[in-house]
């Protein structure tokens, strides 16, 4: 087993060696380049991604070609479109590699048999999505409820990551501001 999923999930669970080996049969590597696109806007998303090295961008495309970033994935973290993951209907969404990556791949059909097969997957599993959604309500708060420079501000204290390996294009989007704006708050630090 790929020791940063190993990691991952050995700070959840114990696996028997059946069951690691199962975890590794069920995994597949995938190597990205930068700006790849993993899923299409219409196309059904048939994979979760495990990130081992780089980063994903779960993102919408309006009409007009305007970009908004819905999510985006680091080390140590899983994700995909998951309406279009789990209802196997085509994505409104995008999921672009925005840096070469290293990602480990999880079919549906896979996932549900580690989900049936290891105890404590499951409850794993589902405590990830917990956390990936009390973060995704945060983010919209923050859109909602502050100005710029707060939204900022709080993306420095918690994931400064992303300011500093991502373009401005993808910072400025996710912070919902103009890259205006982001280049004067960067100014200002």
Request: aromatic letters at 8%; one cysteine or more; proline letters at 5%.
């Amino acid at each position: 087993m790929h020791p940063a999923l190993k990691q991952h999930i050995g700070d959840k669970l114990t696996l028997s060696p059946e069951h690691e080996l199962l975890v590794t049969n069920c995994f597949k590597t995938r190597l990205t380049k930068r700006n790849e696109i993993l899923v299409e806007k219409g196309s059904i998303a048939r994979h979760l991604y495990f990130v081992v090295k780089g980063c994903l961008r779960v993102f919408l495309t309006d009409d007009d070609g305007n970009e908004s970033t819905r999510f985006l994935i680091f080390e140590g973290r899983m994700g995909t479109a998951f309406p279009s993951f789990i209802l196997k209907e085509p994505s409104v969404a995008s999921i672009q590699s925005p840096e070469p990556s290293e990602l480990l791949v999880l079919s549906y059909a896979d996932r549900d048999l580690l989900l049936k097969e290891i105890p404590g997957f499951e409850t794993m599993y589902r405590l990830g999505l917990e956390l990936d959604y009390i973060a995704s309500i945060q983010r919209i708060e923050s859109l909602i409820t502050m100005d710029s420079k707060a939204r900022y501000n709080i993306l420095m204290q918690t994931q400064p990551e992303i300011i500093k390996r991502l373009p401005n294009k993808i910072v400025a989007d996710y912070l919902g501001i103009s890259q205006e704006t982001l280049s004067r708050l960067k100014s200002k630090k």
